[in-house]
């Protein structure tokens, strides 16, 4: 059985919806309190056993690879200062994995951003973590998927259950429910009207995905006009193989909505060890 050693983190957007903030700099480096949201993912993958992970970039993203990097004059700064636990931490951040680092060209979708690693995946299964979706768990969310690939070895794709009235809002998948959180899945409908389905489980941005998608993507690059997307893959899968569907335990947040960022930062606030109780105190106050 192939273990799942590799992840992708396509990270190429623009963060439109975020604008001014990412004008300049990556979405995925605002900060959750004192860590940038693409660091909570990457410590997602490697508290699941993660070894090597490929980050898929556009113009503008060189701050994500400078935070992975070694930085010897910041390091050198805070040993002269005394301050070692703020070295400690940063040196902690590039030795968490092997990182490296692919562009993807044009911004075509994102099945094209996953195609542009696939000569770093080879043929092999591997994780895929989306940058707008925190989730806070016992367990990371994505070793619940590897859990659930490891007893299936097909494609598993991350859900969460919405308001039924709010699927216009996500992608949103159908099929039968096969074991408590587990659905074997036979039809995906993008942002559909409610009217359309009677399903409730929206997709998340994190997956477990396995050769035969990158073939399949690969298969329809030049046949697609536009841009390439995940979903359209998994869809002209369906028949030919099992694809799952795992309900994520855990709180999940939208960090690519302003809402959504937003309570992520209150929520990771009142439990950060440093500020916990200041800001728990803080909400409860202006609650009151």
Do not use: W
């Amino acid at each position: 059985m192939a273990k799942i050693r590799k992840a992708i983190l396509p990270v190429g957007g623009f963060g439109t919806r975020f604008l001014p903030a990412t004008k300049a700099q990556p979405k995925e480096m605002l900060p959750i309190v004192d860590k940038p949201i693409v660091q909570h993912l990457v410590e997602e993958a490697v508290n699941a056993g993660i070894e090597q992970i490929v980050f898929v970039t556009g113009k503008g993203k060189r701050a994500i690879e400078d935070h992975f990097d070694a930085n010897f004059e910041l390091e050198y700064a805070l040993k002269a200062k005394g301050k070692e636990e703020a070295l400690e931490q940063v040196k902690a951040i590039s030795n968490m994995a092997e990182f490296f680092f692919v562009r993807q060209q044009y911004a075509r979708g994102n099945g094209d951003a996953i195609l542009t690693a696939r000569s770093f995946i080879g043929d092999e299964p591997c994780a895929v973590l989306f940058g707008d979706d925190l989730v806070d768990s016992e367990i990371p969310a994505i070793q619940q998927l590897i859990d659930v690939y490891e007893k299936y070895q097909d494609v598993v794709i991350a859900l969460t259950k919405v308001p039924h009235d709010d699927v216009s809002k996500y992608g949103v998948v159908e099929g039968m429910k096969i074991e408590d959180r587990i659905t074997e899945l036979s039809k995906f409908i993008e942002k559909p009207a409610p009217s359309e389905t009677t399903s409730d489980l929206a997709v998340i941005g994190k997956y477990i995905i396995t050769p035969e998608v990158f073939d399949q993507l690969a298969y329809m690059s030049d046949k697609v006009e536009g841009e390439l997307g995940l979903d359209n893959a998994f869809n002209q899968l369906l028949g030919k193989q099992p694809l799952y569907g795992y309900e994520i335990e855990g709180r999940r947040y939208d960090c690519g909505d302003k809402f959504g960022y937003i309570q992520a930062t209150i929520d990771y606030g009142m439990k950060h060890p440093v500020i916990g109780k200041e800001v728990s105190e803080y909400v409860k106050r202006i609650c009151e």
